[in-house]
Antibody, heavy 118, light 107 residues
Framework: EVQLQESGPGLVKPSQSLSLTCSVT????????WGWIRKFPGNKMEWMGY???????SYNPSLKSRISITRDTSKNQFFLQLNSVTTEDTATYYC????????????WGQGTLVTVSS | DVQMTQSPSYLAASPGESVSISCKAS??????LAWYQEKPGKTNKLLIY???TLQSGTPSRFSGSGSGTDFTLTIRSLEPEDFAVYYC?????????FGSGTKLEIK
């Protein structure tokens, strides 16, 4: 069974970087696509980006140059880094497996709340 | 970006009833729409993709319809476990975008 688990700091100061890890079990991240999605207070969901089986990435243009998604295939983990955060980046962050032939996120992590505050 | 307008934002119904949730896209997305279910303490579940195809494990009381800009999720004969938040998401073009969610509560 595929399982994803987010981990990382729950509190980040404004202007700093947010870094999260998604640990995947039951499936290799060298297959399919692996993404980050966040849900803001008020329930608005935003697709942030994903990293493919080959290591190529695709990002939401709204995040411009602030976002980076990388991976460690030896640990079956992928990572989110979001730079220069503001209070508007406070959200629950989810990692998920995007299945291209379904065109949907078929497996999700539980989500981790990240608060940006001084 | 394709804007997804989901309605209603809140819906109250009783077990056994049928409900429908609407999702409208700001431009045509063909049939490339997914529906998700969110429940506390559980991971989000992909229910339907490509507008009307049930993901493996999705009960047959769920159905999706629509194409172009207008889509509907219908749940027939609500079960207690169906009370949750539902989201639509278009996967026709990047960036992928989501609706604002519909909270389905027990009346």
């Amino acid at each position: 069974e595929v399982q994803l688990q987010e981990s990382g700091p729950g509190l980040v100061k404004p202007s700093q970087s947010l870094s999260l890890t998604c640990s995947v079990t039951g499936y290799s991240i060298t297959s399919n696509y692996w993404g980050w999605i966040r849900k803001f207070p008020g329930n608005k969901m935003e697709w942030m980006g994903y990293i493919s089986y080959s290591g190529s990435t695709s990002y939401n243009p709204s995040l411009k140059s602030r976002i980076s998604i990388t991976r460690d295939t030896s640990k079956n983990q992928f990572f989110l880094q979001l730079n220069s955060v503001t209070t508007e980046d406070t959200a629950t962050y989810y990692c998920a497996r995007y299945v291209k032939h379904l065109r949907g996120f078929a497996y999700w992590g539980q989500g981790t709340l990240v608060t940006v505050s001084s | 970006d394709v804007q997804m307008t989901q309605s209603p934002s809140y819906l109250a119904a009783s077990p056994g009833e049928s409900v429908s949730i609407s999702c409208k896209a700001s431009k045509s997305i063909n049939t490339y729409l997914a529906w998700y279910q969110e429940k506390p303490g559980k991971t989000n579940k992909l229910l339907i993709y490509s507008g009307s195809t049930l993901q493996s494990g999705t009960p047959s009381r769920f159905s999706g319809s629509g194409s172009g800009t207008d889509f509907t999720l219908t749940i027939r004969s609500l079960e207690p476990e169906d009370f949750a938040v539902y989201y639509c998401q278009q996967h026709n073009e990047y960036p992928l975008t989501f609706g604002s969610g519909t909270k389905l509560e027990i009346k």
